[in-house]
């Protein structure tokens, strides 16, 4: 059985995801390209003599190195030397999808060009001669409209036989006076350059290609190569005065021609009124524009957690009754205590803990999908990119945000809709201080205890702080880390489209699939750990176990603050693991049962936290204000780490607690004075 | 003149493209080449980005993108 390696290349919104999941099925496997954060797809096509790898590159315009994804893409197919590309290009949009064609030959990589979306040419009345496309590109041409299936099974078969297909001679006609220059550079780097085709290497050369001056630099002869490609460049200067533009010309130049040449268009496109534009008349119309943005937001995050909270409900009912049907019985067979309790309170429910992340997580992925799929990113982006501008942040990072006052973990896995590194880590350095659902508890809590005049007006302004200081945060760090680095917005505005749900469900498959992996080990070493210094040593008081002694060490700290006591510093120790268990926390110091701290919708608690006087008004303002600001869960530091690696999740920890403390104790030395 | 002083509705044909190589680059890849006719097809409800149609597709492109593309304006 022969083994070969195919890429899949093309431009975004041209269904690509739709053809990779056609060839590969459920034989996929994500995992990140070397060194960056950018997820690499891989996949099996299995026929019965051989056993093709897909690789999925990122959705790119171009092959010159200037955005991460387009680097990555031509670092495979050099360095990997895949077999060969199946490019997949939009068939209604020829003009601008076959210039990637052009670079692609001139790499001198075998090719199949797909040509998708079929069905809206045939709409539109437009003809595409195939056969003569393929003759004069001298590579097969496949037509097809992979979201109906057509054309899938064309594909298979040539790439079974990909191995025996010649590699295209085809060339770009530059000028019989640059072409020379080229053929004798390229000459010259016969032998120099291994893994390059030669003509390949000349030509980047002549553009002042960024990566290929690197190869030179370090090369032992490198002066006499830069001497030899200065030749050249004066010799096509006669001609030509922009060299570095003059190669991207030509090839849309003769792409134009080509166009001209195979397709025949019986309608006016100029004259087309499209669907696409009657919806933008309202989506991103100068007075709607925000609002509707501002509606589908709220839409979005309504649909994920009004619909999400019952299901997360109901998984944490399933796992609670689990963990104790699975106590009882390793009870009755006679385990000592302590294990039953690690197996029961610690692993079980620390499992639970990540799996009722679940539901929200597969909501949030099917609105981003839809989202995503139809379009309308591109449109929200659009109409808000200058207030996000101005924030300090990207357009694109409204989504995350708004996402991350439901819930921070699937914030942090939404940045995964913007492109730039920059733009992703920003957003998620500051994704925290959206207020989340799992401190509205605490906030309930403390209104109870100690607000209750102005109980809406306090949560009200949890969320402004959380706004405020996120903004804040992200100019300072724009300012820090990534001053000289402003990403543009050069972005395309495709079509809208009715989203596939068969690619939804495997968006949201691999969504909760890697976060149980990745994630959920994280969370469940954390809450095993806070488990152990809960439990021991055994059979003392809450006020002996090694998390009330760790609390009493960092009580101190809190002082400033005002609530420098060992309950409210383990409430919020606790409450690193997960901020929904420092209402419980609380409710454990105070003695009190399960019953107690939920039935009475906190008025018991709120009572015994009131008398208890570890807190005062300002401390107590104080102390929510901390917990809005400091170290997300552990679950957010899990994704965190999993997007940005753990030198960000940890910095992440450190900064939102000190950011955390200096407010708290601004609060309460301010706060002290006034009143 | 350049590709922001054209207004709504208003079409150029692009003579060429300022700015540093790498933004030159990458306009020129999605499409933004010389004797291209660019439409500007409207403007985000503040004002900025830009949305053009070029080469029959839509792009936008922010004011600070967009100043760099030297055009000249088409009567229709």
Known sequence: MKKLKIALAGNPNVGKTCVFNSLTGSNQHVGNWPGVTVEKKEGKLITQNSETTIVDLPGIYSFSPNTIDEKISRDFLINENPDGVVLIVDASNLERNLYILMQLLELKKKTILVLNMMDIVRKEKITIDTVKLSEILKIPVVEACASKGEGVDKIKDLIEVIDSQEVSDFKINYGERVDGAIEKLAEFFQNKVEKYDSRWFAIKALEHDPEVNAIISVNSESKEIIAEVDKAKKEIAKYHD?????FIEKKFGYVSGLVKECTHNTKDLQLRIDITEKIDAFL?????????FLFLMYATFQFVFVMGDPLIGIIENIVSIFASFTGNILESIGLPDILVSLIADGIIEGVGSVLSFIPIIALLYLAIGILEDSGYMARAAFVMDKIMHVLGLHGKSFIPMVVGFGCTVPGVMATRT?????????????????S???????YALFTAAFFTENSGN???????????VAVIMARIFKSLFFRSEVSPLI?????YRIPLFKNLMWKIYYRCSLFVRKAGTVILAGVVVIWFLGTFPQGVDVEQTYLAQAGKVIAPIFKPAGFGNWQASVALASGVVAKEIVVGTFGTIFGMSEEEIEDEESMVLSQKLKESGIFNKISAFGFIVFSLLYVPCFAAVGAIKKEAGWAWALFTSFYTTAVAWVAAVLIYQIGSVII | MNLTELKQGERGKILKITGDKMLKQRLMTMGFTQNETVKVDKFAPLGDPVEYVIKNYHISLRKSEAKFIEVEKVEL
Request: proline letters at 9%.
């Open chain 1, 436 to 442: 989340c659902g799992a401190r509205l508890p605490i």
């Open chain 1, 242 to 246: 922009e060299i570095d533009t003059f």
């Open chain 1, 491 to 495: 972005m395309e505005l495709p079509p």
């Open chain 1, 418 to 434: 913007l492109e730039s590194k920059k733009d992703r880590l920003l957003t998620m350095l500051v994704l925290p201080f959206m």
């Open chain 1, 284 to 292: 991103t119309n100068r007075l709607l524009g925000i609002p509707i």
């Open chain 1, 458 to 468: 306090i949560v009200f302004a949890m969320y402004v702080i959380g706004i405020v």
